[in-house]
């Protein structure tokens, strides 16, 4: 009798998806509770909307969304609110005060809609239902019965943009806003100044942005100890005004989104010594704009001439940014020029500090001082607790966690963005030479979603000490806005769910199969690159057996799948796969059995390749 040995490469039991619907009805971040109720609510242009508010945040949301839908609301006297009139959606505040912080309920029966929340919580709520109206991309305005209530789980849900190695648009940093909005994050970091490019206007020191913001040329490919580096020989420069600057922050204060700025001291601060070098300890030395990536051996000099700049810097900085933090950098400062230098020296004597990293942390709690003389607080990446932390700082762990965990027994706050947990989103997608250049770590889909920033060494007092969690897009190798959306998405909406989200009510399955593919199809149609995940049901691989049974999903709602077996790299003229396939290999052969994912717009995944081996 023939043996043969049936190899499911995956099994997607759709009866079985039929009885078990999505429980978070596709929205990101999955909510705190979904209750489905029976039948729909069919929105309408006879839907009015009922609600006292105006010139509000979440209303203006609401009827942008709507403007944008072409389905004008009309409003209705808010002396109905309560009413239970039908066909209307009502949004109040009525009730909130009951809710948790930044929470919002909504209820949807076949008659009616209520969103309910304050302030942000508010705007969540409409973000919510706006995810909802636009489900699997065809804008359908049939919205399933519901009773959503949903609160975050962390204060701080931040996203940081590095705009010195590559520089990014007014327009394009507000769609970023835009789609932060989107999944409830709250706080922008913008990674304003770093060795390769100063990039805001600071009117009492021009040459910041007329030298600082320049630099001639940029090394190509990945940094590496190699001396046969080459550039592109291609000026690179740009920076934001000021008034520019107010525009974004008006622009993310109407999307309840603080902006955290980020002025790098004492390190990764070439480029103001290429303007001003006398911020230098060898102020006769020239210093040139980075063109490389890394680090450099040069920084600011603690001398009183620094002192005064950088708290007239930091005036002009918070005077246009009016959050409470203050991102102060505090990372990988180089110690070799301190070293060399006898005014250094002599300052560590004089002061009593331990060594160099003594000195870094007086120049940061001077820093600190006076940032809050002015009301505000400081953020300093993890480097800034060697030699003693400054008192109130919040701390952002980026080398793993061990310096948040530190932090946190030390009473300070912390925003956790280790690189091991996936946050850093430069590092690669897949492990396929498709890939484009990154810069190295691997920080698949999964590793993102599984990151829980609150380690469990932690007590739970200490535990309260960790206020969020952030990624980061550094951009020595994202050169356009293209790739700042391929290494985004999806990798966000991972971020998003961690930092919003319960970790009882995650689910990779769920995330992923379901509730990624309708998302990407909307971010799709609003014009987002991303990176288009492969075939679900699918990994590079060898399996082994005679028949073959192969059951695929598309990566993105209403995507298709082109496979080959011949040995080719599919494409669009190849078979599209409609169906499971059933594959036979002869004893003592293989086949090669590859697929890509093409989006609608045309946007494409990398090509799998799959052995079914019957050597
Ligand atoms: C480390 S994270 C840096 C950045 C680089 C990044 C690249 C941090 C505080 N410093 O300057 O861009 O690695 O992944």
Redesign the pocket.
């Known amino acids: 009798m023939k043996y043969t040995i049936i190899i499911v490469l995956i099994l997607l039991n759709t009866s079985c998806i039929a009885q078990s619907p999505d429980p978070y009805m596709g929205i990101i971040p999955a909510p705190v509770s979904v209750k489905r109720t029976n039948g729909e609510f069919i929105y309408s242009h006879e839907t009015h909307v009922i609600s006292q508010l105006e010139n509000n945040r979440a209303m203006n949301a609401y009827l942008n969304f709507m403007h944008s839908r072409d389905m004008e609301t009309k409003k209705l006297s808010s002396a109905r609110e309560g009413g239970g009139y039908e066909n209307t959606i009502t949004i109040t505040e009525d009730g909130a005060d009951a809710l948790p912080a930044d929470g919002y309920k909504i209820s949807i029966t076949e008659k009616n809609i209520r969103i309910v929340g304050k302030g942000a919580g508010l705007f969540y709520g409409i973000q919510t239902f706006i995810q909802l109206i636009s489900q699997n991309n065809n804008y359908s305005m049939v919205i399933p019965c519901a009773e959503i209530e949903d609160y975050p789980r962390f204060p701080y849900r931040g996203l940081h943009l590095?705009v010195s190695?590559h520089f990014f648009s007014v327009a394009f940093v507000e769609k970023y806003i835009d789609l932060m909005a989107s999944y409830k994050l709250n706080n922008f970091h913008w990674h304003l100044t770093?060795d390769q490019g100063w990039r805001i206007e600071i009117r009492k020191y021009p040459k910041l942005t007329s030298v600082g913001s320049k630099r001639a040329q940029s090394r190509v490919g990945r940094y590496g100890p190699d001396s046969t580096a080459l550039f592109d020989n291609t000026p690179y420069g740009g920076f934001y005004t000021q008034d520019e600057i107010k525009e974004v922050v008006a622009y993310a204060t109407a999307r309840y989104i603080n902006i955290v700025p980020e002025i790098e001291m004492p390190g990764?601060s070439i480029e103001m010594l290429a303007a001003y070098p006398e911020l230098s300890c060898e102020p006769d030395k020239k210093y040139k704009v980075g063109e490389t990536?890394g680090g450099f051996d040069d920084v600011l000099c603690p001398s009183e001439t620094t002192f005064k700049f950088m708290e007239n810097v930091l005036t002009e900085v918070m005077e246009l940014f009016p959050g409470k933090y203050i991102h102060i950098?505090g990372?990988?400062c180089n110690k070799v020029a301190w070293k060399k230098s006898k005014y250094c020296q002599q300052f560590i004597k004089e002061h009593d500090l331990k060594d160099e990293e003594g000195l870094q942390s007086y120049f940061i709690r001077r820093i600190e001082k006076f940032v809050n003389s002015k009301g505000r607080s400081i953020i300093g990446?993890d480097e800034i607790l060697e030699g003693g932390v400054a008192p109130n700082a919040t701390i952002?762990s980026?080398r793993g966690e061990k310096g948040g965990i530190a932090a946190a027994q030390q009473n300070h706050h912390v925003i956790m963005t280790p690189?091991s947990g996936g946050l850093?989103f430069?590092?690669r997608q897949s492990k396929s030479d498709q890939e484009p250049l990154s810069?190295g770590?691997y920080a698949p889909l999964e590793k993102t979603y599984a990151y829980d920033p609150v380690p469990a060494v932690l007590s739970a007092e200490e535990q309260k000490n960790i206020i969020g969690v952030q990624a980061?897009v550094?951009t020595?190798y994202i050169t356009t806005e293209q790739k700042v959306g391929y290494m985004l998405l999806p990798r966000m909406l991972a971020l998003a769910e961690v930092a919003w989200t319960p970790p009882s009510n995650k689910n990779y399955e769920d995330f992923s199969e379901t509730r990624i593919p309708q998302q990407l199809a909307r971010l799709d149609a609003k014009g987002w690159d991303y990176r288009v995940p492969v075939a679900i049901g699918l990994k590079d691989s060898i399996v082994r057996g005679s028949e073959f049974n192969i059951e695929l999903k598309p990566s993105v709602a209403g995507a298709k799948i082109y496979y080959t077996i011949d040995g080719y790299l599919p494409r669009e003229t190849d078979m599209e796969y409609i169906k499971p396939l059933h594959l036979s290999v002869p004893a003592g052969k293989e086949m090669i059995f590859q697929t890509i994912v093409i989006a609608a717009s045309g946007k494409r995944s990398i090509v799998t390749k799959t052995v079914l081996s019957n050597k």
């Open positions: 590095d190695r770093d990764h990536w950098g990372d990988e990446w952002m980026w690189g850093y430069d590092h810069i770590g980061n550094w020595e």
